[in-house]
C-alpha cells in the first residue's frame, strides 16, 4: 500500500504480437520477457497484487511460475486493434472479483519496458501523494529538430523557429509506455486518464521500448552492460603497452561502463589517460585503490600491471569482483579468473591461463593497412624499441648501420619514457637520412613504409607482423627473452639479449638481410600467413564464458542462502 491505498499492478500480454513473434515468452538475457515487469512490480514497496491479463495458456503458465495471478481475456479483448483500456477495466473488475475488494490505484505495466527500474514504479506511486492527482505517466525527454507535414497543401514544415543543437532546445515529451497509473475511479472501458496528470521523466536506458527487433538488440546489451575497471599504469620501466591496450579493449566495449585507475605516482600513464576522455580515477597505494574500487562496485576488474601478488587479487575476489590478468607471472595469477598473456607463448598447464599471438590486441590503425610488398631495395629502415629503451639500442643500431654503406632512409620513433632524446637529436642532427619522432601517433604508417624494422619482442614485434614487414629484434631484457613468438617460424630475425650482442653482429644481420632479398620475401610471407586481428574476440569470448558461470555460481549461492 501507499498511503493507506490499494495498489494493483495489470500487465497486459497477448501471445499474438506481431512484430517479433512470441515476443512474451522470449528470452530476452535467458529470461522470459515477460517475467520482467513481474519482477520489477514484485520488488516496489507499495505494490499489493499482480495480475497479468492474457489469451495465451503459456503466457499464463509462465506468469504464474514468476509469482503473478493471471487473468484470462476474453477473445474479443484479443485482437490487434484493441486498446489497452477495456483489456486493463476487465482486468481489474475481474481480479476485484476475486479478491472482494476494490483497488485504490491501478498501474500498468508494459512487458515492452524490460528496462523499467523498480525505484523508478516506486516514484511513480508517490507523486500520488498529491491527492489532486489524478494520473501519472512516463514519458522520456525526446527534444530534435522535427518536421511536420500540411496534408491540404502536401508540404513540410519546421516544428521550430529558430535551430538550436538538441541541448539548447526547449524540452519535448514522448510518452514511453512503461509506467501508467490512475486513481481506481478513472479507469474505464474506454478511458483510463484522469483531468490532473502528472509526468515522471525516465532515462533513455528505462524507457527502451521492445516494438521491433532493434528494440529488442538494444534492451538485451543494456542488460548484459557491466562496469569494467581497469588497474593499469605507464612509466618508465614498463613503458606505455599496457595503456594502450586497455585502451584498445575499452573501445570496443560499446555497451558497458569502463573506468581506470591509475597510480598518483604514475604521471606518463595519467597524461595518456587524460587524452583519450574516459573516466579515471587516481589512487595513492594499494590500500586506496581497494577503497575507490568499492565505491565503483564494478563487476570485472582489469589488472594490467604485470606481476600482481596474491593478497591483492585475493581481496578482490573477496570483494565479489571477476578478476582479469594480464601478462601476470606473480603469484595473484593463482587465484585471478583469467589470466591473458600475448607474449609467454609456453605450456601454462593452468586452467585459468591463455598465452599466445591470438591473445594479442592490435591497435585500431593496423586493421585497415595494406600488407606490405617486399621490393629488391630496402630504402627505409624503421627503429622503434618502444617505451624507455632501457638499453638504448636506439643509438646502438644507429651507430652500427651508419657503420656500413647504406644510404637510405632511417626513421626512428622514440617512446614517451626515451631519457636522452636531445643527446640524440645533438648526435645525429648533421645527418639528413635520419629523422627522429616522439610520440607518434600513426605508427602504423611507418611501419607500412619501412623495408626493415629494428624493435624489441613486444608489441612493434606483432605490428610489423600483421603487416608482413622484415624485423629484427634485440631482447631488452630476460622476460623479453620468454616472447618466443619472435622467431624464424614466424617470419623474425631474433638476436638474443641485446647487451649481449655487439656492433658488429648487428651490422652484419643487417647487411645479410639487406641483400637477400628471397630471405626478406620469406619473412614476409610467414608472417602474413599468421592471422592477428581477433585478438580482442578471442579475448572477450573467453571473458564472456567464464563470466557467465562466475555470474550463474554467484547466483546460485546467494539463492541457498
Not at 365 to 393: A, H, R, S
Not at 457 to 470: F, I, K, N, Q
Request: with cysteine; net charge negative.
Amino acid at each position: 500500500m501507499f498511503n493507506n491505498n490499494k495498489i494493483l499492478v495489470v500487465i497486459p500480454a497477448r501471445g499474438g504480437s506481431k512484430g517479433i513473434p512470441r515476443k512474451n515468452i522470449r528470452l530476452l538475457n535467458r529470461r522470459p520477457l515477460i517475467s520482467y515487469p513481474i519482477n520489477i512490480a514484485k520488488s516496489s514497496e507499495y505494490v499489493d497484487d499482480i495480475v497479468v491479463t492474457t489469451d495465451d495458456s503459456e503466457i499464463a503458465s509462465l506468469s504464474e511460475k514468476f509469482g503473478a495471478s493471471v487473468i484470462m481475456r476474453s477473445e474479443e479483448l484479443s485482437g490487434d486493434d484493441v486498446p489497452l483500456e477495456p483489456v486493463v477495466y476487465d482486468a481489474m473488475v475481474k481480479k476485484e472479483k476475486q479478491t472482494f475488494d476494490e483497488y485504490d490505484i491501478v498501474v500498468t505495466l508494459q512487458p515492452t519496458s524490460p528496462l523499467l527500474k523498480p525505484s523508478s514504479l516506486d516514484s511513480a506511486i508517490e507523486k500520488f501523494d498529491d491527492f489532486s492527482i489524478d494520473s501519472v505517466l512516463s514519458v522520456v525527454d525526446d527534444r530534435h529538430l522535427s518536421w511536420g507535414y500540411d496534408e491540404k497543401n502536401q508540404r513540410y514544415f519546421p516544428n521550430y523557429i529558430e535551430r538550436k543543437n538538441r541541448q539548447f532546445l526547449p524540452k519535448d515529451f514522448r510518452e514511453t509506455g512503461a509506467i501508467f497509473i490512475t486513481r481506481r475511479h478513472f479507469v474505464h472501458e474506454d478511458s483510463r486518464l484522469g483531468t490532473n496528470l502528472e509526468l515522471i521523466e525516465l532515462s533513455r536506458q528505462e524507457s527502451v521500448d521492445i516494438d521491433n527487433y532493434e528494440g529488442w538488440w538494444i534492451a538485451e546489451n543494456y542488460l548484459i552492460k557491466r562496469k569494467v575497471a581497469f588497474v593499469v599504469n605507464a612509466y618508465d620501466e614498463i613503458g606505455t603497452g599496457h595503456v594502450y591496450r586497455c585502451l584498445s579493449i575499452a573501445s570496443k566495449l560499446d555497451f558497458h561502463d569502463v573506468l581506470f585507475l591509475m597510480d598518483e605516482q604514475h604521471q606518463l600513464g595519467i597524461d595518456i589517460i587524460s587524452n583519450y576522455n574516459y573516466p579515471f580515477k587516481i589512487y595513492d597505494g594499494e590500500d586506496d585503490l581497494i577503497k575507490i574500487l568499492r565505491q565503483y562496485s564494478p563487476h570485472i576488474v582489469a589488472n594490467d600491471i604485470l606481476d600482481t601478488s596474491k593478497e591483492y587479487v585475493t581481496q578482490l575476489k573477496e570483494d565479489g569482483y571477476f578478476v582479469v590478468n594480464f601478462e601476470d607471472l606473480g603469484v595473484g595469477s593463482e587465484v585471478a579468473d583469467i589470466v591473458i598473456d600475448a607474449f609467454y607463448e609456453h605450456e601454462a598447464g593452468e586452467k585459468n591461463v591463455f598465452t599466445g599471438y591470438k591473445y594479442y590486441m592490435l591497435k585500431d590503425e593496423f586493421y585497415f593497412q595494406p600488407q606490405k610488398v617486399i621490393t629488391q631495395q630496402v630504402e627505409n629502415v624503421l627503429i622503434n624499441f618502444e617505451g624507455t629503451d632501457q638499453n638504448n639500442f636506439t643509438e646502438k643500431v644507429l651507430d652500427s648501420i651508419l657503420s656500413t654503406s647504406y644510404g637510405g632512409r632511417i626513421n626512428v620513433i622514440l617512446g614517451l619514457g626515451y631519457d636522452g632524446l636531445e643527446a640524440l637529436i645533438d648526435k645525429y642532427e648533421s645527418n639528413q637520412s635520419i629523422q627522429i619522432y616522439r610520440n607518434v601517433s600513426d605508427v602504423s604508417e611507418f611501419m607500412f613504409k619501412a623495408d626493415l624494422i629494428f624493435t624489441s619482442p613486444d608489441r612493434t614485434m606483432y605490428e610489423a607482423c600483421s603487416l608482413g614487414v622484415p624485423t629484427i629484434c634485440l631482447c631488452q631484457n630476460d622476460r623479453e627473452m620468454t616472447h618466443v613468438f619472435a622467431n624464424e617460424t614466424n617470419g623474425f630475425v631474433n638476436m638474443g639479449l641485446g647487451v649481449d650482442v655487439d656492433k658488429q653482429q648487428i651490422i652484419d644481420q643487417f647487411i645479410s638481410l639487406v641483400n637477400d632479398y628471397e630471405l626478406r620475401l620469406e619473412m614476409n610471407r610467414k608472417m602474413l600467413d599468421i592471422d592477428l586481428k581477433d585478438g580482442f574476440e578471442n579475448i572477450w569470448a573467453i571473458v564472456r564464458e567464464r563470466y557467465r558461470k562466475f555470474e550463474l555460481k554467484r547466483q546460485k549461492h546467494e539463492n541457498i542462502q
